[in-house]
C-alpha cells in the first residue's frame, strides 16, 4: 500500500511570528459539520538571534507565546484566524502565573466532559527564570510545577477558570474507556498511565508504561489509543539506547508489554533522498540535528488500522507516517507525506481522520523565506489517504 491524495495548506504563517509544537500540550479536535480545531503555540520572533528561536521555556520563544486555537469550517481547507482562542499566554509576568495556579482548588466546577463539545488542556509554563549571567535559575518555587489542566465544554471557545494543577505534565491524545474514565499518558523519561474517573476534577497514576530508572532511555512523546477490544496501546520515542518508535500495549491498564519498534532500517525510502546527486550539495550543507524520529501520533481509524505520523530531523526534514493492519501486529515501512522543509525546526504532528476518510494531520514546518535560521516556523497541514 502506499499514499495518495497528498496535498498541503498553509494553517498559520506570519514572518514576524514564530508558530510552532502542535503536539505539545496541543491537539487536534474534529467536530461534526466540517469543523476542525488545531492548538499550537504562537510568538513574536525576529528571526535575528540563536535566543529568537530557542526553545527554551525560561527565556526562549515558549516563554512568550500564547497556546492558540485555530479553526476551520470546511475539513481543514482554510482557516480561520478572526476566530482564534488565545487558551492561555506564557507572556504573563510571573506573579500572575502564581496566581492562577494557587487559586483555591475548591472553587472548580464539575463538568460534564462526555460530550462531543469536551476538550482538556494540558498546560505547561515556567515558574523559573534566569540569571542573565550565570544562567542559573534565579527564583526556584518547588511547590509550583508549572503543569496544569484546564477543561472547554464547548469546543474550545471558553476555558474553566481554576486550573487543576499537576504533578506530572500530560501529553495528549486522551482517550475514554468505556465506563467513561478518561486516559492519558504523564512524564517523561520514564511514562506512565494517568486516569481520571470524575471528568478531569482529579488524576491518578495507574502504572508504569515505559520505565527508565536509570535514566539511559529516554521515553518521551508519548501517546495513547484504546482499541476496539479494550486493549490500550502506548506510543513513545525512544531517544537513547535505540532512537526509535515504540509501541507497548495492555490488557489491564496495569501491566503493560515489552516495548518494541514499529519501524524498521533498511526498508524506508529516505536513502535516495538523503543521497542521490540533486541533492548531496543540500544535504552536506543541512546542518540540522540529525534525528531519524521525533514526536510520534498514533491514530486509529474508523476501519481499524493504526496510524502514527511523526517528523524526521535528518535530511531531508519530512513529515511521514506508517500504519498496520493488524492492531499493530505489523508495519507498513515509512511513507513520506512531504519532504520539502528546509529547514530542521519542524514535527510535532496531530491528526484527524475526516468524514470521507482522508486524514489530515497539522505540524509546523520551515521554508526558506528570507527569515533566519531556516525560515520562518509556521503551522503547516498535510491531507493524505491510503492507497
Same mark, same amino acid.
Given at each position: /500500500?502506499?499514499?495518495?491524495?497528498?496535498?498541503?495548506?498553509?494553517?498559520?504563517?506570519?514572518?514576524?511570528?514564530?508558530?510552532?509544537?502542535?503536539?505539545?500540550? +496541543?491537539?487536534?479536535?474534529?467536530?461534526? +459539520?466540517?469543523?476542525?480545531?488545531? /492548538?499550537?503555540?504562537?510568538?513574536?520572533?525576529?528571526?535575528?538571534?540563536?535566543?529568537?528561536?530557542?526553545?527554551?521555556?525560561?527565556?526562549?520563544?515558549?516563554?512568550?507565546?500564547? =497556546?492558540?486555537?485555530?479553526?476551520?469550517?470546511?475539513?481543514?481547507?482554510?482557516?480561520?484566524?478572526?476566530?482564534?482562542?488565545?487558551?492561555?499566554?506564557?507572556?504573563?509576568? =510571573?506573579?500572575?502565573?502564581? #496566581?492562577?495556579?494557587?487559586?483555591?482548588?475548591?472553587?472548580?466546577?464539575?463538568?460534564? /466532559?462526555?460530550?462531543?463539545?469536551?476538550? %482538556?488542556? /494540558?498546560?505547561?509554563?515556567?515558574?523559573?527564570?534566569?540569571?542573565?549571567? &550565570?544562567?542559573?535559575?534565579?527564583?526556584?518555587?518547588?511547590?509550583?510545577?508549572?503543569?496544569?489542566?484546564?477543561?472547554?465544554?464547548?469546543?474550545?471557545?471558553?476555558?474553566?477558570?481554576?486550573?487543576?494543577?499537576?504533578?506530572?505534565?500530560?501529553?495528549?491524545?486522551?482517550?475514554? =474507556? $468505556?465506563?467513561?474514565?478518561?486516559?492519558?499518558?504523564?512524564?517523561?523519561?520514564?511514562?506512565? =498511565?494517568?486516569?481520571?474517573?470524575?471528568?478531569?476534577?482529579?488524576?491518578?497514576?495507574?502504572? #508504569?508504561?515505559?520505565?527508565?530508572?536509570? +535514566?539511559?532511555?529516554?521515553?518521551?512523546?508519548?501517546?495513547?489509543?484504546?482499541?476496539?477490544?479494550?486493549?490500550?496501546?502506548?506510543?513513545?520515542?525512544?531517544?537513547?539506547?535505540?532512537?526509535?518508535?515504540?509501541?507497548?500495549?495492555?490488557?489491564?491498564?496495569?501491566? !503493560?508489554?515489552?516495548?518494541?519498534?514499529?519501524?524498521?532500517?533498511?526498508?524506508?525510502?529516505? &536513502?535516495?533522498?538523503?543521497?542521490?546527486?540533486?541533492?548531496?550539495?543540500?544535504?552536506?550543507?543541512?546542518?540540522? !540535528?540529525?534525528? @531519524?524520529?521525533?514526536? $510520534?501520533?498514533?491514530?486509529?481509524?474508523?476501519?481499524?488500522?493504526?496510524?502514527?505520523?511523526?517528523?524526521? @530531523?535528518?535530511?531531508?526534514?519530512?513529515?511521514?507516517?506508517?500504519?498496520?493492519?493488524?492492531?499493530?501486529?505489523?508495519?507498513?515501512?515509512?511513507?513520506?507525506?512531504?519532504?520539502?522543509?528546509?529547514?530542521?525546526?519542524?514535527?510535532?504532528?496531530?491528526?484527524?481522520?475526516?468524514?470521507?476518510?482522508?486524514?489530515?494531520?497539522?505540524?509546523?514546518?520551515?521554508?526558506?523565506?528570507?527569515?533566519?535560521?531556516? +525560515?520562518?516556523?509556521?503551522?503547516?497541514?498535510?491531507? %493524505?489517504?491510503?492507497?
Amino acid at each position: /500500500m502506499s499514499l495518495r491524495d497528498v496535498r498541503h495548506v498553509v494553517i498559520d504563517h506570519d514572518k514576524t511570528k514564530y508558530c510552532g509544537h502542535p503536539r505539545q500540550q +496541543g491537539g487536534m479536535w474534529n467536530s461534526d +459539520g466540517g469543523e476542525v480545531a488545531v /492548538m499550537y503555540r504562537r510568538a513574536p520572533c525576529a528571526y535575528e538571534t540563536a535566543k529568537d528561536v530557542a526553545h527554551s521555556p525560561f527565556d526562549g520563544y515558549m516563554s512568550r507565546s500564547d =497556546l492558540v486555537l485555530r479553526r476551520s469550517y470546511d475539513h481543514g481547507e482554510t482557516w480561520r484566524p478572526e476566530d482564534d482562542v488565545i487558551v492561555w499566554s506564557n507572556a504573563i509576568p =510571573l506573579e500572575e502565573k502564581r #496566581e492562577f495556579l494557587r487559586q483555591d482548588p475548591a472553587r472548580r466546577q464539575a463538568l460534564d /466532559m462526555s460530550g462531543p463539545g469536551a476538550m %482538556f488542556f /494540558m498546560g505547561n509554563t515556567s515558574m523559573h527564570v534566569r540569571d542573565p549571567d &550565570t544562567r542559573r535559575l534565579a527564583n526556584p518555587t518547588p511547590e509550583l510545577t508549572g503543569s496544569f489542566q484546564i477543561r472547554s465544554t464547548d469546543e474550545g471557545r471558553t476555558w474553566e477558570s481554576v486550573p487543576l494543577v499537576l504533578e506530572a505534565w500530560g501529553y495528549p491524545p486522551l482517550v475514554a =474507556l $468505556p465506563d467513561g474514565t478518561h486516559a492519558r499518558t504523564a512524564g517523561t523519561n520514564r511514562v506512565f =498511565l494517568s486516569v481520571s474517573d470524575d471528568g478531569g476534577m482529579s488524576w491518578t497514576i495507574r502504572s #508504569e508504561i515505559a520505565p527508565d530508572p536509570e +535514566g539511559t532511555r529516554r521515553f518521551t512523546y508519548s501517546g495513547l489509543l484504546a482499541l476496539p477490544d479494550g486493549r490500550l496501546q502506548c506510543y513513545v520515542m525512544q531517544f537513547e539506547g535505540r532512537q526509535a518508535l515504540c509501541v507497548t500495549e495492555s490488557d489491564d491498564g496495569l501491566t !503493560w508489554s515489552e516495548l518494541r519498534p514499529i519501524v524498521r532500517y533498511g526498508h524506508g525510502p529516505w &536513502t535516495a533522498r538523503r543521497w542521490g546527486p540533486e541533492t548531496y550539495a543540500l544535504r552536506t550543507a543541512y546542518g540540522g !540535528w540529525e534525528q @531519524r524520529y521525533r514526536s $510520534p501520533w498514533p491514530l486509529l481509524l474508523r476501519d481499524g488500522r493504526i496510524v502514527v505520523v511523526f517528523a524526521r @530531523r535528518e535530511w531531508p526534514p519530512s513529515i511521514a507516517v506508517v500504519w498496520s493492519e493488524d492492531e499493530g501486529r505489523s508495519w507498513s515501512d515509512e511513507a513520506v507525506i512531504r519532504d520539502d522543509g528546509e529547514g530542521s525546526d519542524l514535527g510535532y504532528p496531530v491528526a484527524t481522520e475526516l468524514d470521507d476518510g482522508r486524514i489530515l494531520t497539522a505540524y509546523y514546518f520551515q521554508k526558506n523565506d528570507g527569515n533566519g535560521f531556516g +525560515g520562518t516556523c509556521f503551522i503547516g497541514g498535510s491531507f %493524505f489517504a491510503l492507497a
